[in-house]
């Protein structure tokens, strides 16, 4: 994976840094403080929904007690003055009324006797007469004992306005016990509907984007009775698609006041939101849900604001060190860059220039050491081109000398490893192998028959055909050879030709009975030039073939001893004259493996004979 990136110039390392530690404190500083000012600020709007609902929740507490204690002190005070006879005062009506007139907040008062007739008073041009009676027979239906019942917040039919019913029973009778009368008030929800209206005209949304906090009032049943859209509470709409409204049906009387985050879906998106809620009691049987929502991220606005602030502080900031960093690196970079040329130039064997590295610092004084080490590689250099060609001279004539001493126990024989080399190089030439490949072969070749110096003179100079049991010992050659050579490390990637130019492509060669592809082509190639140079040099057992035979012989076995590539490239050179008849033309290197200064000789410059 790095090797496809590639070189990264120091200059783009250099800026790198300076960018690094330029803006990495300011990005941390930034990103920390932004996130405490985040955290504090959460914390800020929590503790500030939550105060709200509870306070909100109080009012409407205070507000429901007030009424309790106006039906509560009605009934007591018909009991002190001895119950319902007082009902038949014919001036009673009008004081109801006039009582009803003092408090704008009471929409209807009725006085209902168990055994008698209701007595009521009520606002004609909010509700009507047969509602009131609705609402007092409906909430005297769950009256049972001493107790004061409240009923849950009701449109009224005008649709102008919502109430709450509030009873309390009159006590009288021999044992003071009995539930003689009710004291019903219709009392208006609007001062509810005041405790949570904003200052504002704007919507629900619009707060919401503003990072305003909505308030509203729901019922037990999760129903909204009070919102700043009186539109909403007046169509009752269920608000428990809200979490925060489920997490206080949930708690019910546990938890009177709590902060409740959440998330809901907005124009396709998720939108964290703060939630508060607090419960507001009107009877120990009834509760209503003060709710509070907030959008998070509007509400926490500024704290965004300050972190483009920090990015755009950081962009300018990232600006400058580039403008004023890069000018520096430059200066500091050109002169690395120069030494990476001439460095360059050395590797690819150019010692002819040296660098020029104007600077007062250590970079001046490194061009100097680097210009002294080129002198002194070029002589280095020299020294081990001169080395490396000596050495491989003294190599190639070692291989020459152990060829010749094979060929040299045999008469019939002598030149017999030269020229199988020289065939096996113009079959890779003409293979188009890699000229480190036809140097391999060329090796191999030589000493493809290094094994017979294991082998008894009896046998190897034998004038006539052997026996089989001569040949079983003829045929351990390539085992021997490969035994000697494997010892030297140096010779392992010439083994294959040594060791497998006997092998047939039917797998019924030897030493190894190998088959196909199994055969490394560098033995296939030295098998075929082995065979053909034997077939075209005179033995004591058999006379030399004709050149033209002999390459029909080799033809004849492709797909059983031979591969059909390697003499399809044999016939191919021998057609256009490459090889001929006592001589094989050699192509010239095109250049030498890497360091090293190959030399030939003055035969294999042009067409070598053999």
Not at 83 to 94: F, K, P, R
Not at 309 to 319: C, M, Y
Not at 559 to 564: A, C, E, K, L
Request: proline fraction near 4%; hydrophobic fraction near 40%.
């Amino acid at each position: 994976m790095l090797e496809k990136i590639g070189r990264i110039r120091l200059l783009y390392i250099v800026l790198g840094v300076l960018l690094l530690v330029g803006l990495l404190p300011l990005a941390f500083a930034g990103t920390l403080l932004s996130g405490k000012s985040e955290e504090q600020l959460r914390s800020v709007e929590g503790r500030y929904q939550a105060q709200l609902v509870q306070d909100k929740a109080r009012q409407i507490e205070l507000y429901g007690q007030r009424y309790r204690d106006v039906v509560t002190g009605l009934a007591r005070a018909f009991e002190i003055a001895g119950g319902i006879t007082a009902l038949n005062d014919e001036g009673y009506d009008s004081r109801l009324q006039k009582t009803l007139e003092e408090d704008p907040n009471l929409i209807g008062l009725a006085i209902w006797p168990v055994n008698g007739e209701m007595h009521r008073a009520f606002q004609l041009d909010v509700i009507q007469r047969d509602e009131v009676d609705q609402r007092v027979s409906e909430v005297l239906a769950k009256m049972s004992g001493r107790g004061i019942v409240v009923s849950r917040p009701q449109i009224i039919r005008s649709g102008q306005e919502m109430a709450l019913t509030v009873a309390a029973p009159v006590m009288g009778g021999e044992s003071g016990q009995d539930v003689v009368a009710a004291v019903v008030a219709i009392v208006s929800f609007q001062e509810v509907f005041k405790a949570v209206h904003q200052s504002t005209s704007k919507s629900e949304r619009e707060l919401l984007d503003a990072g305003l906090p909505v308030v509203f009032v729901v019922d037990q049943n999760g129903r909204a009775v009070a919102h700043p859209e009186a539109s909403v509470a007046f169509s009752e709409k269920p608000m428990t698609d809200l979490k925060v409204v489920q997490d206080w049906q949930e708690t019910g009387a546990q938890v009177q006041s709590a902060l409740a985050p959440f998330t809901v879906m907005r124009d396709g998106r998720k939108v964290e939101m703060l939630g508060s809620y607090a419960s507001a009691e009107l009877d120990k049987n009834f509760r209503l849900g003060v709710i509070a929502i907030q959008d998070e991220s509007a509400a926490l606005a500024s704290v965004s604001e300050m972190r483009q602030q920090i990015i755009l502080i950081s962009v300018v900031a990232g600006l400058l060190t580039l403008a004023i960093g890069f000018f520096f690196a430059k200066k500091l970079t050109q002169p690395v860059q120069e030494l990476a040329i001439g460095a360059h130039r050395i590797a690819s064997g150019d010692f002819s220039q040296r660098i020029v590295v104007k600077s007062r610092t250590e970079l001046g004084h490194l061009g100097d050491s680097f210009n002294l080490m080129t002198d002194q590689l070029e002589t280095y250099i020299s020294d081990l081109q001169r080395s490396a060609a000596e050495n491989r001279e003294l190599f190639l004539g070692t291989v020459k000398g152990l060829a010749a001493a094979i060929d040299g126990k045999d008469p019939y024989t002598r030149g017999h490893s030269e020229r199988v080399s020289r065939l096996s190089v113009a079959i890779a030439q003409r293979l188009g192998l890699p000229e480190d490949e036809c140097e391999k072969i060329r090796i191999s070749a030589l000493l493809h028959d290094i094994g017979k110096i294991a082998i008894d003179d009896n046998i190897l100079k034998k004038p006539a055909a052997l026996t089989d049991d001569e040949y079983v010992i003829m045929k351990q050659h390539p085992q021997k050879g490969y035994k000697i050579m494997s010892q030297i490390a140096a010779m392992k990637e010439f083994l294959p030709g040594m060791y497998m130019h006997h092998e047939m492509v039917n797998g019924q060669g030897y030493p190894q009975g190998l088959k196909g592809d199994e055969i490394p082509l560098m033995g296939k190639i030295v098998a075929v030039a082995d065979t053909f140079d034997a077939m075209t040099t005179d033995r004591p057992y058999q006379q030399a073939m004709k050149f033209e035979d002999a390459v029909a012989r080799i033809q004849s076995f492709v797909g059983t001893r031979y591969d059909s590539v390697v003499v399809d490239a044999f016939v191919d050179a021998c057609q256009e004259g490459q090889i001929r008849p006592g001589s094989v033309k050699l192509k010239r290197p095109t250049k030498p493996p890497a360091g090293v200064q190959v030399l030939q000789s003055s035969t294999e410059r042009e067409s070598i004979s053999v």
